[in-house]
């Protein structure tokens, strides 16, 4: 049962154009959710987060956006850059209960930004 | 700054041996965890520490031990490595169980044949 879910494994897109990945999940507990971006042969690394309180949170050209009743996120890339081609991963958490910080991943998506 | 550091990068076992997978962080975090990653699956987590002493499994745990004697380490074993083993392994730490992000090493890739 997978309990976080990205449908597209994989996206394409002109640079300066936007990127929109899209994320699903099932467990209305998660309160607390976050992207990652992975480049082979790396560990993922931290790229933002949100909390349930708010719809909306914005770190340069990354916005993420939050729709508890659809239970989806998107995370949007303007403009995109060749450098940002990557494995993108969502992920999810209970934040205020006893998850301690475990983490549940969707699959990932695969950005591809061409020149 | 070494952040997460995992030992080895590469790893190719035989069916049945063992090996212990190393990680050690400097950020003095007090959770840690191990994932493992494999196609189309994203990560899922194998066992993860809330301090020294504690430990508890996670989604898939078989097969598995871990241990935490100190904040800076926890290392992962595998007991009768098996190809279904065959994975990239990711240790992570983050500051507390709080809302935070984790931080990723940069992953093992084992091979079991």
């Known amino acids: 049962d997978q309990q976080v879910k990205q449908n597209s494994p994989s996206l394409s897109v002109q640079e300066g154009r936007i990127s929109i990945l899209n994320c699903d999940y099932t467990?209305?507990?998660?309160?607390?959710f976050l992207w990652y971006k992975k480049y082979p042969a790396e560990g993922p690394t931290f790229l933002i987060s949100?909390?349930?309180?708010?719809d909306k949170n914005e770190d340069g050209r990354f916005t993420v956006f939050l729709n508890k009743s659809a239970k989806h996120l998107s995370l949007h890339i303007v403009p995109s850059q060749p450098g940002d081609s990557a494995v993108y991963f969502c992920?999810?958490?209970?934040?205020?209960?006893?998850?301690?910080?475990?983490?549940?991943f969707g699959q990932g998506t695969i950005l591809t930004v061409h020149p | 700054n070494a952040g997460v550091t995992q030992t080895p990068k590469f790893q190719v076992l035989k069916t049945g041996q063992s090996m212990t997978l190393q990680c050690a962080q400097d950020?003095?975090?007090?959770?840690m965890s191990w994932y493992r990653q494999d196609p189309g699956m994203g990560l899922r987590l194998i066992h993860y520490?809330?301090?020294?002493?504690?430990?508890d499994q996670g989604e898939v745990p078989n097969g598995y031990n871990v241990s935490r004697s100190t904040t800076e380490d926890f290392p992962l074993r595998l007991l009768s490595a098996a190809p279904s083993q065959t994975s990239v392994y990711f240790c992570?730490?983050?500051?507390?169980?709080?809302?935070?992000?984790?931080?990723f090493g940069q992953g093992t890739r084992l091979t079991v044949v």
């Open positions: 949100i909390s349930s309180i708010k």
């Open positions: 950020m003095n975090h007090e959770y």
């Open positions: 992920a999810s958490t209970n934040a205020g209960g006893t998850s301690y910080g475990k983490l549940t």
């Open positions: 520490s809330v301090g020294a002493g504690i430990t």
């Open positions: 467990n209305s507990m998660f309160d607390y």
């Open positions: 992570a730490s983050s500051r507390d169980r709080g809302p935070t992000e984790a931080f």
